[in-house]
């Protein structure tokens, strides 16, 4: 065992080479663990699984690690709207040579001892956390310390959720899982805005339905390994909240970065014609005077692109007075008589022929009311920042550009 390292394939999909795997960490631990191995006296427990068995109700399936649970000890456990306190019902393990998970009569004991997996039933075990703690109330116990301990193993994960209110509600059946996809989307860059565990329901879906008005590319229930309710598919899909459910944490987030980007590309293409983006432009020579009017331009800061606006800016050499002439939007752009859709400064050395078209007799004449002593800029607003300022645009705008736009503010009197 030293020397040769046993590899056991094994299949998620069919589940083979899993008794096998199991079987090598028992053999290795037996052998070389057997010195370190230790039974404690105090109870180590923890839920695996919360199941409604017919004729004894809700029951949770334990791993018991240490220690020892007897029928009546009263026990207290992580629930989902508080800690549960209830008193053991009934010990039952399944049939010798059978899994807790495969449906079949079970044994009654009194008691059992670790190391094993034991079926508790008892009351109020609807609400259990699985993945958390079980702990007994000993005679030196103090019952409310342990329901305060039990319950940091649910708070603890709500330091993951977002302050601000933003983000995507988190649903995942059991409590490991869900610190898996919690630190996942936090390396992820995701926001949280709720977390829930065990099947999805209406109220679930509820939680999702305020981000439809505050950030609607959030509004996206992400679910790991869980049932989703009819009703509450149902009403997902009237209101308008996306549901992903997957069993592999990779796969929840590909369709959620697929949906991500899908209604990025829908949103740019509806404000597409409020983004404009800045530039600053020098004229080089007059082609066309006038309808339309084509100027051969260098491209002095940011970029200039088809759809922008462009004005000119004059200033009054006596009076300092600034008069900002609309010259018209960008129906196109050549370099080297090659067609493009987008010049950037310092793209080409040869100047870009830039045609601009405006409605009929709104277009400046150039030689009266415009010339080359006068700047040529990218006619943004405050309507246009915003747009950019706008999630779906953000990422497109350099930093440069953003310098630039503070700068054309001043030019162009913007607030």
Same mark, same amino acid.
């Given at each position: 065992?030293?020397?040769?390292?046993?590899?056991?394939?094994?299949?998620?999909?069919?589940?083979?080479?899993?008794?096998?795997?199991?079987?090598?960490?028992?053999?290795?631990?037996?052998?070389?663990?057997?010195?370190?191995?230790?039974?404690?006296?105090?109870?180590?427990?923890?839920?695996?699984?919360?199941?409604?068995?017919?004729?004894?109700?809700?029951?949770?399936?334990?791993?018991?690690?240490?220690?020892?649970?007897?029928?009546?000890?009263?026990?207290?456990?992580?629930?989902?709207?508080?800690?549960?306190?209830?008193?053991?019902?009934?010990?039952?393990?399944?049939?010798?040579?059978?899994?807790?998970?495969?449906?079949?009569?079970?044994?009654?004991?009194?008691?059992?001892?670790?190391?094993? $997996? &034991? *079926? %508790?039933?008892?009351? +109020?075990?609807?609400?259990?956390?699985?993945? =958390?703690?079980?702990?007994?109330?000993?005679?030196?116990?103090?019952?409310?310390?342990?329901?305060?301990?039990?319950?940091?193993?649910?708070?603890?994960?709500?330091?993951?959720?977002?302050?601000?209110?933003?983000?995507?509600?988190?649903?995942?059946?059991?409590?490991?899982?869900?610190?898996?996809?919690?630190?996942?989307?936090?390396?992820?860059?995701?926001?949280?805005?709720?977390?829930?565990?065990?099947?999805?329901?209406?109220?679930?879906?509820?939680?999702?339905?305020?981000?439809?008005?505050?950030?609607?590319?959030?509004?996206?229930?992400?679910?790991?390994?869980?049932?989703?309710?009819?009703?509450?598919?149902?009403?997902?899909?009237?209101? $308008? &909240? *996306? %549901?992903?459910?997957? +069993?592999?944490?990779?796969?929840?987030?590909? =369709?959620?970065?697929?949906?991500?980007?899908?209604?990025?590309?829908?949103?740019?293409?509806?404000?597409?014609?409020?983004?404009?983006?800045?530039?600053?432009?020098?004229?080089?020579?007059?082609?066309?005077?006038?309808?339309?009017?084509?100027?051969?331009?260098?491209?002095?800061?940011?970029?200039?692109?088809?759809?922008?606006?462009?004005?000119?800016?004059?200033?009054?050499?006596?009076?300092?007075?600034?008069?900002?002439?609309?010259?018209?939007?960008?129906?196109?752009?050549?370099?080297?008589?090659?067609?493009?859709?987008?010049?950037?400064?310092?793209?080409?050395?040869?100047?870009?022929?830039?045609?601009?078209?405006?409605?009929?007799?709104?277009?400046?004449?150039?030689?009266?009311?415009?010339?080359?002593?006068?700047?040529?800029? =990218?006619?943004?607003?405050?309507?246009?920042?915003?747009?950019?300022?706008?999630?779906?645009?953000?990422?497109?705008?350099?930093?440069?550009?953003?310098?630039?736009?503070?700068?054309?503010?001043?030019?162009?009197?913007?607030?």
């Amino acid at each position: 065992m030293a020397k040769y390292v046993s590899i056991v394939p094994t299949s998620a999909v069919t589940g083979e080479g899993v008794p096998d795997l199991l079987w090598l960490l028992l053999e290795l631990t037996q052998k070389r663990m057997s010195k370190q191995l230790k039974y404690l006296s105090h109870v180590e427990a923890t839920i695996l699984e919360v199941k409604v068995i017919e004729g004894l109700g809700t029951t949770i399936d334990v791993v018991l690690s240490n220690g020892i649970l007897r029928e009546g000890d009263r026990v207290v456990l992580c629930g989902m709207n508080g800690p549960i306190v209830t008193n053991i019902r009934a010990l039952l393990t399944p049939q010798p040579l059978r899994e807790l998970r495969v449906k079949s009569e079970y044994v009654h004991h009194k008691e059992v001892k670790a190391a094993l $997996g &034991v *079926k %508790i039933a008892a009351n +109020d075990l609807e609400k259990a956390v699985a993945g =958390s703690r079980l702990l007994v109330v000993g005679p030196d116990d103090d019952e409310d310390e342990l329901m305060d301990d039990v319950m940091d193993d649910l708070t603890g994960l709500l330091d993951s959720v977002d302050t601000s209110g933003r983000g995507v509600v988190v649903q995942a059946s059991t409590l490991g899982s869900l610190e898996a996809l919690l630190d996942f989307l936090k390396d992820m860059k995701i926001p949280v805005m709720s977390i829930g565990l065990g099947p999805v329901y209406k109220r679930d879906v509820m939680k999702a339905t305020a981000m439809l008005e505050k950030a609607p590319e959030l509004a996206i229930m992400l679910c790991f390994d869980v049932k989703i309710d009819k009703e509450a598919e149902q009403y997902a899909e009237e209101q $308008g &909240v *996306k %549901i992903f459910n997957a +069993d592999i944490i990779y796969h929840l987030f590909d =369709s959620f970065v697929a949906y991500q980007k899908k209604l990025m590309e829908e949103r740019r293409k509806t404000f597409a014609q409020h983004a404009v983006y800045p530039c600053i432009l020098k004229t080089l020579q007059i082609i066309n005077k006038r309808g339309p009017m084509i100027i051969g331009v260098d491209v002095v800061e940011g970029s200039v692109r088809i759809g922008t606006p462009i004005c000119a800016v004059r200033i009054d050499p006596a009076t300092r007075e600034k008069t900002i002439m609309l010259l018209g939007k960008v129906v196109s752009l050549e370099v080297n008589h090659q067609s493009k859709d987008i010049v950037k400064k310092g793209q080409t050395n040869a100047g870009v022929a830039m045609r601009l078209e405006a409605p009929s007799g709104q277009q400046p004449t150039w030689g009266r009311h415009v010339d080359e002593n006068d700047g040529l800029y =990218s006619m943004i607003s405050r309507r246009t920042i915003d747009t950019l300022k706008d999630s779906a645009f953000r990422d497109t705008v350099p930093r440069d550009d953003w310098l630039l736009i503070r700068n054309l503010k001043s030019i162009l009197d913007i607030k």
